[in-house]
């Protein structure tokens, strides 16, 4: 519609977050809102009403959800399980680690009690393409799992896949990303992320209009009556 909504820093984006949650929108709300908004997104580019319909279940998609062990990962499991209760299959990878985050440990809670299946293997995701891959391995604060063998694993097998690839809330990244997405979602404001994001959209997960003021933004929104759209880069 010709409205232009400009990328900011990392930096930037964190303080927005951090004002927010100073002002009541926890972790958990932003946790539910991204998973809701993603699914919706997810549910559309899985062919929407064609292919999603209560009274035809014996062509359930499937979709591969990569999740790493920080809050980006927390964010997918979020996504998976609403996925997950509108009948799509989901299969969610995650890697085994000893201490996990608290909001990681909840979102599996839930997780748990769906039909989805949750695997800490790379040989127990499928071999045959999946319908919708979802990378939510990736996470700024964290740069040395790309070093780690099952990361590096997760993007052979994605990129093997050959499915098509939305990426949940991605960093930027000045190397080489790994896993090439079709699409990008987005969190509030865009990061300035670059052509290995693919296609951007942006979703709304409930930033007052005066938080974005009091870390120095002049906002009014560009979501009109829905909360997921699409970019066009400049």
Known sequence: SGLVVPSISYELH?????????????????????????????????????????K???QRPTVALL????????????????????DVQVILFLPNFV??????????????KTQGQQVSS?????????????????CPENAFLRDQPWYKAAVAWANQNRAPVLSIDPPVH????????????????PLPLGEHA????????????????????SYHSPFGCKFVIPLHSA
Not at 174 to 189: P, Y
């Open 99 to 112: 201490k996990m985050l608290e909001s990681i440990t909840n979102e599996l809670s839930l997780f748990s």
């Open 14 to 54: 964190k303080k927005l977050l951090s004002v927010a949650e100073k002002h009541g929108l926890t972790l958990e709300r932003r946790l539910e809102m991204t998973g809701v908004c993603a699914s919706q997104m997810a549910l559309t580019l899985l062919g929407g009403p064609n292919r999603l319909n209560p």
């Open 122 to 138: 790379l040989k127990d995701l499928p071999t045959s393409p999946v319908d919708l891959v979802i990378n939510c391995l990736d």
């Open 174 to 189: 000045e190397v080489e990303q790994g896993i090439d997405a079709k699409w990008s979602l987005a969190l509030g404001l």
């Open 67 to 86: 999740c790493g062990p920080h809050v980006k990962g927390a964010q997918g499991i979020s996504c998976g399980r609403h996925l997950a209760n509108h």
């Open 198 to 217: 693919g296609r951007v959209y942006l979703c709304d997960i409930g930033i007052p209009q005066q938080v974005f003021q009091e870390v120095g933004i």
């Open 56 to 58: 035809n279940v014996h």
